[in-house]
C-alpha cells in the first residue's frame, strides 16, 4: 500500500518512528569513514529518514506497521534556475527485500503526482553503486547512469606534512586572476552528470562549473591562493 505524508501531519514518538523505519537500508557514503563509529552513522541515517518524512511530496510502502519503500521528491532551486526549468531530485531507500514491481510503482506514483503540481520533467537521483535494486528498478523505469560520485576521507588530517620547497610559486588570488581561472576551466573539457544529459541546454550544462568554481572563489575571499 503507497502511503502519502502531508507536511507537518505526519509524527511518531521517537522511539515508534525508530521501528517504523528500521526495515530500510540506507548506503550512507560515511559507511566507511575511519572516525566514525556505527551509532554516528545508524543516527545520521534515522535523521534523514526523519526529516525526509516531514517533506510533502513523501511517499512510502507501507506492511504491518513497518516502512518497506521511501520515495521524496524535492525541489532543486539552483538546477531549475540554471537551467530555466522545473527540475527535482528523488531520494529513494527501500528494505532488502522490496518487490522491484511495487518499489518502481512508489517511484512513479510520487513523479506523477510531482509533475502534476509542478510541471516537472527532469528528476536526478544519486544511488550508491552497492543498491543494485534501486539502480535496477530506476534503469527499468527508463533513467540513465550521468556521472559516478567517490567520496575521499581520511583520519590523518592533522598531520598533514610541511613541504619545505614547491616548484610553482604560490601566492594571494586577486581579481586579476579571474580570467586565467575562467580560461582554465573552459580548457579543462571534463564531462559532468549536466554535460552528458542530452535533455539538457549543452551551453548552459557547460557554465555549470564555470559558476561554481566562481561562487567558491568569491565565498571565501581570505583563504584564496594562486
Request: hydrophobic share 35%; proline share 2%.
Amino acid at each position: 500500500m503507497i502511503v502519502e505524508h502531508e507536511k507537518d501531519t505526519f509524527f511518531f514518538e521517537k522511539e515508534n518512528l525508530h521501528n517504523y523505519l528500521s526495515s530500510l537500508t540506507v548506503y550512507s557514503k560515511y559507511r566507511n569513514h575511519p572516525t566514525l563509529s556505527s551509532e554516528d552513522i545508524r543516527l545520521h541515517s534515522f535523521s534523514l529518514l526523519s526529516s525526509l518524512l516531514r517533506n510533502k511530496y513523501t511517499f512510502t510502502i507501507d506492511y504491518k506497521g513497518q516502512c518497506q519503500a521511501l520515495v521524496s521528491i524535492q525541489h532543486v532551486k539552483w538546477d531549475s534556475s540554471h537551467f530555466n526549468m522545473p527540475m527535482a531530485r528523488i531520494f529513494i531507500f527501500s528494505c532488502e527485500n522490496i518487490n522491484p514491481n511495487a518499489l518502481g510503482d512508489c517511484i512513479m506514483y510520487a513523479v506523477k503526482k510531482y509533475s502534476e503540481l509542478h510541471g516537472c520533467k527532469h528528476y536526478s537521483v544519486d544511488v550508491d553503486i552497492d543498491n543494485y535494486c534501486v539502480l535496477n528498478v530506476l534503469i527499468g523505469l527508463g533513467f540513465e547512469i550521468m556521472d559516478f560520485k567517490k567520496t575521499f576521507s581520511s583520519s590523518f588530517i592533522e598531520k598533514i606534512p610541511s613541504y619545505e620547497r614547491f616548484l610553482n610559486r604560490v601566492r594571494q588570488y586577486n581579481s586579476n586572476d579571474e580570467s586565467r581561472v575562467l580560461e582554465l576551466i573552459d580548457n579543462a573539457g571534463f564531462e559532468t552528470r549536466y554535460t552528458r544529459d542530452r535533455y539538457l541546454n549543452s551551453r548552459l550544462s557547460s557554465g555549470v562549473y564555470t559558476e561554481w568554481m566562481l561562487s567558491l572563489i568569491n565565498m571565501f575571499p581570505d583563504h584564496r591562493n594562486a
